[in-house]
């Protein structure tokens, strides 16, 4: 269902996943603390944002990629399966666990998880554990932490509208299932 400006809203559990809900996920299984549902979000996140190009291409940066932004694979023509494989790898290997390692209690949060994984996708890891996100989560104020997506929107120190939609389709995921007990934190002096 699209809000005002056409986005996608995710109304239930699994809508972030980019196939049907008969399609069989059980190629995408849970792996390493990344469940189900974090890999459906994150892979539906990165593959609306990223786009898919088989054949290499420079981005807006100037960076040489293929396939749904992959920049650690030699830069020729891939087919489809490959780059689809490509990227479950990376949201399953690096950029899932590089996200676990600096935020552990994500493990229990699939939508949070999903949204820092994408956000690790797009910026690096190093740049994730850095943030103002990881350490809001870190500090329990997870409210806090998906606000913190909203200005990771520049590429090349430039505002760019698609990486401006991108954190709000991240900052929607970050919100869906906050559990209650992370959405209020009161700072209180000691």
Not at 145 to 160: L, Q, T
Request: charged letters at 20%; glycine letters at 8%; hydrophobic letters at 40%.
């Amino acid at each position: 269902m699209p809000d005002k400006c056409g986005h996608a809203i995710a109304d239930a559990p699994g809508q972030f996943w980019p196939m049907s809900d008969t399609a069989d996920k059980s190629a995408f299984p849970a792996v390493a603390g990344i469940s189900m549902t974090a890999m459906a979000v994150a892979l539906g996140l990165t593959t609306k944002w990223e786009g898919e190009r088989t054949k290499p291409y420079q981005d807006i940066v100037g960076k040489w990629t293929v396939c749904y932004g992959e920049t650690n694979v030699p830069m020729k023509t891939y087919t489809r399966a490959q780059c689809r494989e490509f990227l479950v790898k990376a949201i399953r290997g690096p950029y899932g666990r590089g996200v676990l390692k600096c935020v552990p209690a994500l493990q229990s949060a699939p939508y949070q998880l999903g949204a820092s994984i994408d956000h690790a996708y797009n910026f690096g890891v190093a740049a994730y554990c850095g943030s103002t996100i990881a350490r809001q989560f870190n500090a329990g104020d997870w409210y806090a932490a998906c606000r913190a997506f909203e200005p990771w929107e520049k590429a090349g120190g430039k505002r760019v509208q698609g990486l401006a939609n991108r954190r709000i389709d991240d900052m929607r995921a970050c919100f869906t299932n906050l559990p209650p007990e992370r959405t209020l934190t009161i700072k209180v002096p000691s």
